[in-house]
């Protein structure tokens, strides 16, 4: 969705020529991925982190076009809400310190994108939602005035034919009602791209879908909303239903929503992408004037714009990317996790869901066959739910029947096996050790973002209102985050 339109009214005409060009690039994709050689290459990691801007008051500061006009950093773009920014790190190999690389990028990214925000009283914070964040801090006086984000507003409200229902437990209860999709802004995330080969694809983005769970409990950092604290990922829950486009008297067959984990473990590349232009019409028709099958007869790769756009207004947790350049790849865009708490720990997430993900892929065709695949989705909305609290169901090679298994105790089996996997790889022995010590350091204190975030909070209770208990809390997050110390260093007493 990172695309610069012009329009944000469409007709139906061109709604019609859209769906048709996908299915043209569909089939050019099956030609494509029969082509010898396509999508070898080097393993490579990319990522991409959201932010929410604060001013001094620690309240959301609507400043991000402002910001992206000073800065001038074709890395930095602006996102559906005026109180967001995206920052979109460099491809790098996976060799050597990518994570490290990685880091360093983003850190020298915060300061510079800061020293052109303090002037407007602005200040990034990496956090999967802001704690201060009011319920009248939303509605369309804060959407982002591009046409993309109107026409995508446009889009699903049309689908939806009423307002969006968003109703989340927890510890405590939130049910609210929205006219627009700007309550899908609250969420901001660090999504990371992984580049595998094409030929084994499906084995490579099933291992993922495995092992996510596991990696979204220990990396959860949003715990509250509006006051309310609500599931360890309330994102997961909040974006789900803030863009649930389906209009409620046609959910009798049980139609997905856009955001979803999956429709059953993937048999091929090209199932992913059909499946999303099959299951959901079109938002932005866009066209182009490729002849992507004239591309591929002069032994080319065409870009598949349509395909690619239309797959980027669907938004499964786990995402399959074409990329048209390098000879044509794909990756996998592991969208689930959360923003901060630090550059450092977001590094280690990363690391640690590659490692995981490496650790079962011998073993996943026989995993895949005896876990069937709504237990994984199970074990990702408990995860969300419960953070490292949840019981999930865990298949093992020599199990003779599933059952419920603390999630924390599958990390210490798996965390280890994770870093065998890697090993195997060209990532540095050093990049290894320093990252996943600290998931291990997160496993063996039990502490992840959203329990710090959570037991500072309810601590400060007990002498502060509840809004100065999240604004204090906040205080301190930003003072360890700026300092980019690991999570698991971090006191829970002032």
Request: with cysteine; proline share 6%; charged share 25%.
């Amino acid at each position: 969705m990172g695309l610069s339109i012009k329009q944000s009214e469409f007709t139906a005409e061109e709604f019609e020529r859209f769906a048709a060009k996908v299915r043209t690039d569909l089939s050019a994709l099956t030609r494509l991925l029969h082509r010898p050689g396509f999508g070898e290459g080097e393993s490579s990691i990319g990522a991409e982190v959201e932010f929410y801007i604060v001013n001094p008051d620690l309240r959301v500061q609507p400043i991000n076009t402002e910001i992206a006009a000073s800065v001038k950093d074709p890395q930095l773009t602006v996102e559906l809400n005026r109180f967001n920014l995206e920052y979109n790190l460099k491809p790098q190999a996976f060799r050597g310190n990518p994570f490290g690389r990685t880091e360093q990028e983003l850190l020298s990214a915060i300061r510079r994108i800061n020293q052109h925000a303090a002037p407007l009283d602005g200040e990034l914070v990496p956090i999967g939602i802001l704690p201060t964040l009011r319920q009248s801090d939303m509605g369309a006086k804060v959407m982002t005035d591009e046409p993309r984000y109107h026409a995508l507003s446009n889009a699903l409200i049309k689908q939806r034919g009423e307002p969006f229902s968003i109703h989340i437990g927890g510890n405590d209860v939130i049910d609210l009602e929205a006219d627009d999709v700007t309550m899908e802004g609250a969420n901001t995330s660090f999504q990371l791209h992984w580049r595998v080969p094409a030929h084994r694809f499906a084995d490579y983005f099933n291992a993922v879908q495995l092992v996510t769970p596991i990696v979204l409990a220990l990396a959860s950092n949003s715990p509250s909303l509006f006051g309310h604290h609500l599931w360890d990922e309330t994102r997961i829950a909040l974006f789900k239903q803030s863009i649930d486009s389906r209009s409620p008297n046609r959910r009798n067959w049980r139609h997905p929503p856009r955001v979803y984990y999956g429709n059953g473990w993937a048999r091929s590349a090209w199932e992913l992408f059909a499946a999303s232009a099959s299951l959901y019409p079109p938002i932005i028709p866009l066209m182009s004037d490729e002849d992507p099958m004239a591309v591929i007869d002069r032994g080319d790769v065409p870009k598949l714009e349509e395909m690619r756009l239309h797959q980027g207004t669907t938004w499964p947790w786990n995402r399959a990317i074409f990329d048209h350049t390098e000879g044509g790849h794909l990756r996998i865009e592991i969208r689930s996790m959360p923003a901060g708490p630090t550059a450092v720990d977001m590094c280690a997430n990363g690391l640690f869901v590659i490692g995981a993900a490496l650790a079962v892929l011998d073993d996943i065709g026989h995993l895949t066959s005896i876990l069937p695949f709504h237990y994984t989705e199970h074990n990702f909305y408990r995860a969300a739910k419960y953070g490292i609290g949840a019981d999930i169901i865990w298949p093992h090679k020599d199990q003779v029947q599933l059952q419920d298994t603390p999630l924390l105790a599958v990390a210490r089996e798996l965390l280890p096996r994770a870093r065998e996997a890697l090993q195997r790889t060209a990532v540095d022995e050093a990049e290894i050790h320093r990252l996943l010590g600290i998931i291990e350091g997160r496993i063996e204190n039990s502490v992840t973002g959203a329990r710090w975030q959570r037991r500072v909070t309810e601590s400060l209770f007990k002498s502060l209102s509840p809004d100065e208990a999240f604004r204090s809390m906040l205080t301190r997050y930003m003072a360890n985050q700026k300092r980019n110390i690991p999570l698991h260093e971090w006191a829970l007493s002032p």
